[in-house]
């Protein structure tokens, strides 16, 4: 007898794609995979919020609970005084996210799909509605002082932002998003 149920395919393989994955296949359809690289950022924020939901969905209450922590964020907007403010989130490197939710994807289908989920990039041609794109630039760097390490920082530049996010072991990641940039310069460490 053959299994008649839809097959839905997703391209990519971040954790919108195996999220999604999961929750179809928990749903009782078939999904069919096709994994899609991209280069990984340093490190990867989860706030509360998003841990959260993320355990309820894989039903892990302990996922990422001995990652690393945030546990405030340094906000400077348009030039003034930078502002300290409570926040809560988890770093995990992008390869720590991929190894723990790829326990939970499902095995490759060999039949047609019914239909595709796009998310990963290049999109197919035709109408696609774009709900946020943002390029970035990404780099590690050190942290001078060791005290930042349960920080994020942000910062209005006149192009775009500035984001820092500790990357574990006294290192830290430095992203720019900007509408253009003409000059950035970091130190790696």
């Given at each position: 007898?053959?299994?008649?149920?839809?097959?839905?395919?997703?391209?990519?393989?971040?954790?919108?794609?195996?999220?999604?994955?999961?929750?179809?296949?928990?749903?009782?359809?078939?999904?069919?995979?096709?994994?899609?690289?991209?280069?990984?950022?340093?490190?990867?924020?989860?706030?509360?919020?998003?841990?959260?939901?993320?355990?309820?969905?894989?039903?892990?209450?302990?996922?990422?609970?001995?990652?690393?922590?945030?546990?405030?964020?340094?906000?400077?907007?348009?030039?003034?005084?930078?502002?300290v403010v409570p926040h809560g989130a988890a770093l995990a490197s992008e390869d720590q996210v991929q190894a723990v939710l790829a326990q939970d994807q499902p095995a490759p289908e060999d039949?047609?799909?019914?239909?595709?989920?796009?998310?990963?990039?290049p999109m197919p041609e035709g109408e696609t509605h774009v709900f946020g794109d943002r390029r970035a630039v990404a780099a590690k760097v050190g942290l001078l002082d060791p005290s930042c390490?349960?920080?994020?920082?942000?910062?209005?530049?006149?192009?775009?932002?500035?984001?820092?996010?500790?990357?574990?072991?006294?290192?830290?990641?430095?992203?720019?998003?900007?509408?253009?940039?003409?000059?950035?310069?970091?130190?790696?460490?």
């Amino acid at each position: 007898m053959t299994d008649r149920r839809m097959i839905v395919g997703i391209r990519g393989s971040g954790i919108a794609a195996t999220t999604c994955a999961y929750l179809l296949k928990a749903a009782g359809l078939r999904v069919a995979t096709k994994v899609v690289h991209r280069p990984p950022v340093p490190t990867i924020m989860l706030s509360d919020a998003a841990l959260a939901l993320l355990r309820d969905i894989f039903q892990r209450p302990d996922l990422f609970a001995d990652s690393p922590r945030i546990k405030r964020r340094v906000v400077a907007w348009g030039g003034g005084a930078p502002v300290v403010v409570p926040h809560g989130a988890a770093l995990a490197s992008e390869d720590q996210v991929q190894a723990v939710l790829a326990q939970d994807q499902p095995a490759p289908e060999d039949s047609p799909v019914d239909f595709t989920i796009h998310a990963a990039p290049p999109m197919p041609e035709g109408e696609t509605h774009v709900f946020g794109d943002r390029r970035a630039v990404a780099a590690k760097v050190g942290l001078l002082d060791p005290s930042c390490s349960e920080e994020g920082r942000v910062e209005a530049v006149a192009s775009g932002w500035l984001f820092l996010v500790p990357a574990g072991a006294g290192k830290a990641g430095c992203w720019g998003w900007a509408a253009r940039w003409t000059i950035c310069s970091l130190t790696a460490a």
